[in-house]
């Protein structure tokens, strides 16, 4: 009877552990990213993902990546399981675009030849595609559009020199495009700071590029998304123009660019793709820059999107690599949760000592290499006192890995501890019988767990190496939040693109985040600074007075913002 009793006990434990959801996700997106293969003569060996067009289709969605060799499906935006598609372009898509037709076909173009030719079913899920031949040669980063009254668009651009073009395509079995090409719009550098190439917009000598070209349909107002200036840089963003056609003309919204995240840990949001979940939230998925190993090594964000009273497209990129909210948690949906990032330059122990702080700095370009990896190597983060932990992520990075193209063997196998006295230990993650690929693993605990040391230990990478570029604890430090910042001046320069922010340092602050935007009650954009009490921003338009604002965080959470100021 007793043995009955504590096989239906673990029989009612297990069920519920298969059912459970973790109510946050954190960025950048944890799948298991392809090896790039198309340019393996360089002897690069990394993982990347890039320009996602992610589409809704009969209640579910699939996420198409760059060069990927497939794609991904799931069934809440949250959870994405790779598809190994029947039939797929060669090398994998390019900067690819889909479309749902009325819930019947699902399109996609991105042809890496640039003859773009398009693919269609009415089960991606099995992946038998059937094409389309070329629509258009000779151009790259499409955007296929059918309108709600039929009507066929395709639009594209990639370039430091031409704009965003289009052209209306027959509604046929065909989709024969029509002679004219229309341009629709360019870059303004000289007028819009953020479109300035560069890391933080420097480069004064390169135009910036654009591409990625994105149209949502909003209310009866056509929103044409667009990417500036290069993928590579953190400044990598988001931008849209509005029309009352898809034609055009298109002016550009006062608001941008749209999607802006280039402070934090993980730079980037840009060349992205709008969907609407089936709960209602609008989702916004881009680009996150890594260029370690190549300029082209990327990963995958998701931000919450949305359409203020004014028609204003807008994103939430504040606190836009800490957890937030996923997107089947309905009226809490794209809502920073609240927990602070506890690791932050806090005191390392690890069996290999180099550049061991580099697992604690917030830079996803520094990174912590093992002397072996045969298991168990270890790291021990201490967090000067004890603290609730609500959650984890460890981004491993990609050493001299030496692998090309996607492997169905992959796994990542550790667990994770933790300690109030150093010498006591409780698992909190175990993935020591893992059969996943999780480059970026994120662990949400179920509950939290006080504690002061948290220890993670290796048991098999699916690498040459061990090496993690940031191993991140999120929690609540339960102690003083910081004080609000005084002292706050924006002196914007001769160069109207430009600006000098200075603010005294708040004692106990980790960092601080600069918000701005066009109005006082729209602060849309915000830049997360480390470690800084001064800031010059070269993201600013020319013709537009700007509000500004700023808040402290900590381990323990976040000041009061200032009064926004307005700067003209």
């Not at 459970?20 to 993902?49: F, L, V, W």
């Not at 300035?196 to 480069?203: L, M, S």
């Not at 006062?254 to 979940?277: D, T």
């Not at 230990?425 to 767990?449: G, I």
């Amino acid at each position: 009877m007793n043995k009955l009793i504590t096989i239906f006990i673990l029989f009612i434990s297990f069920a519920a552990s298969a059912q459970y959801q973790a109510e946050t996700y954190c960025n950048p997106i944890n799948i298991d990213y392809t090896y790039m293969i198309y340019d393996s003569h360089k002897d690069k060996s990394y993982r990347s993902g890039a320009d996602p067009a992610v589409v809704e289709f009969k209640g579910e969605y699939y996420m198409f990546v760059t060069r990927s060799l497939g794609y991904w499906h799931s069934s809440d935006l949250q959870n994405w399981h790779f598809i190994t598609p029947q039939r797929w372009y060669f090398q994998g898509c390019n900067a690819p675009a889909a479309h749902n037709y009325k819930d019947s076909v699902l399109y996609v173009t991105g042809d890496p030849s640039g003859q773009m030719s398009l693919l269609y079913s009415d089960d991606p899920k099995k992946g038998d595609w059937k094409i389309v031949p070329a629509i258009l040669s000779g151009l790259q980063d499409p955007d296929f559009f059918i309108d709600d009254d039929d009507k066929a668009y395709i639009f594209w651009g990639s370039s430091n020199t031409f704009p965003i073009r289009g052209k209306r395509l027959q509604k046929n079995h065909r989709f024969i495009a029509e002679e004219e090409t229309t341009e629709l719009f360019g870059l303004h550098g000289d007028i819009h700071g953020w479109e300035r190439f560069g890391e933080n917009h420097t480069d004064t000598v390169i135009p910036g590029y654009m591409e990625g070209a994105w149209l949502t349909k909003h209310k009866g107002t056509y929103y044409m998304m667009y990417a500036a200036p290069g993928t590579e840089f953190n400044v990598y963003a988001d931008g849209v123009y509005t029309a009352s056609d898809p034609m055009g003309p298109y002016t550009y919204q006062p608001h941008n660019p749209v999607v802006y995240k280039p402070g934090g840990f993980m730079n980037g949001a840009g060349h992205g793709s709008v969907v609407q979940a089936t709960t209602g939230s609008y989702w916004h998925f881009g680009s996150v820059s890594v260029s370690i190993n190549e300029r082209w090594e990327r990963r995958l964000c998701m931000h919450p999107l949305y359409y203020d009273e004014d028609g204003l497209m807008y994103s939430n990129t504040r606190f836009g690599d800490y957890p937030h909210y996923a997107p089947h948690a309905k009226e809490n949906a794209g809502m920073f949760r609240g927990w602070m990032l506890l690791s932050y330059g806090k005191p390392v122990s690890s069996s290999t000592e180099k550049d061991k702080a580099n697992i604690i700095d917030e830079n996803v370009k520094t990174f912590w290499l093992s002397e072996t990896n045969s298991g168990g190597e270890w790291l021990t983060i201490d967090l000067e006192r004890p603290m609730d932990i609500n959650a984890l992520q460890v981004n491993f990075h990609d050493y001299q890995s030496n692998m090309y193209g996607r492997y169905s063997d992959l796994r990542h196998r550790y667990t994770i501890e933790a300690s109030l006295d150093g010498v006591h230990w409780e698992v909190l993650v175990d993935k020591s019988n893992s059969y996943q690929d999780r480059p970026n693993d994120y662990v949400e605990l179920r509950t939290a767990h006080n504690a002061r040391y948290v220890r993670y230990t290796n048991i098999e990478v699916p690498t040459p190496y061990l090496a993690i570029s940031d191993f991140r604890v999120f929690g609540n430090g339960n102690g003083k939040r910081p004080s609000k910042v005084e002292n706050f001046q924006v002196n914007r320069y001769k160069d109207r693109r430009d600006a000098f922010i200075t603010w005294s340092a708040v004692k106990g602050a980790q960092g601080y985040n600069i918000c701005w935007g066009i109005a006082p009650d729209k602060l849309y954009n915000s830049w997360m600074i480390y470690g800084k009490n001064e800031h010059l921003m070269k993201s600013l338009d020319v013709d537009k007075s700007y509000f500004f604002s700023v808040e402290a965080f900590n381990e323990n959470g976040v000041s009061k913002q200032i009064k926004a100021i307005k700067i003209n």
